[in-house]
């Protein structure tokens, strides 16, 4: 069975300073790995994913994350946080065999950015 | 477009009441789901389709019903609310294939009194 861990229930970090959201998943075989925002009393926004290729994925928003397969991490980053982007983050995956329809998301992480 | 849209937003029930949650997409999207959002639980897959007429089931099923008879349209019935199914509840839509990712609707705030 496939599993997302977020350690962190809260991040937090000031206007300015680069910030880290962390995730660590497993599944059989290759995983696809995505990044997920959700604002209060609204839907998840999709950020970005990491399918195949590169390890740093660039996203929405100045979003980035890292795959690191020996560590099966898929680190979320900005170079730069903004108090806009307090918020809900979720790591979600799938591996290669599961449909479009059945991702398995990690528990969140809230991100508090203050000035 | 309008996306994934979701009615009602919120929605009171006395146990043992039924009710349908309505979800719809103009994106012509083959893939539909249902999950519910519990805090501590991040999001748990109810049922999804991978077309119309075809569902299966996710990680938490029990107490839900679904049908696909359209592309667009997938409602999720509650048979016999309960307690335990106050939540927030996202319907999503993809495209088929591995490589996409899934758009959310706004959810429903469930409560079960």
């Known amino acids: 069975a496939q599993s997302v861990a977020q350690p962190e229930d809260q991040v937090n970090v000031a206007e300015g300073n680069p910030l880290t959201v962390k995730c660590t998943y497993s599944v059989s075989g290759n995983p696809y790995l995505f990044w997920y925002v959700q604002y209060p009393n609204r839907g998840l926004q999709f950020l970005l994913k990491?399918?195949?290729?590169?390890?740093l994925v660039k996203g929405s928003y100045g979003f980035e994350a890292e795959f690191n397969k020996s560590q099966t991490s898929f680190h979320l980053k900005k170079p730069s946080a903004l108090v806009s982007d307090s918020a809900l983050y979720f790591c979600a995956v799938r591996d290669k065999a599961g449909t479009a329809s059945k991702l398995t998301f990690g528990t969140g992480t809230r991100l508090q950015v203050t000035l | 477009n309008a996306g994934v849209t979701q009615t009602p937003k919120f929605q009171v029930l006395k146990t043992g009441q039924s009710m349908t949650l309505q979800c719809a997409q103009d994106m012509n999207h083959e893939y539909m789901s249902w999950y519910r959002q519990d805090p501590g639980m991040g999001l748990r897959l109810i049922h999804y389709s991978v077309g119309a007429g075809i569902t299966d089931q996710g990680e938490v099923p029990n107490g839900y019903n679904v049908s696909r008879s359209t592309t667009e349209d997938f409602p999720l019935r509650l048979l016999s609310a309960a307690p335990s199914q106050t939540s927030v509840y996202f319907c999503a839509s993809s495209t088929p294939g591995h490589l996409y990712e899934q758009y959310f609707g706004p959810g429903t705030r469930l409560t079960v009194t």
């Open positions: 990491y399918i195949t290729g590169d390890n």
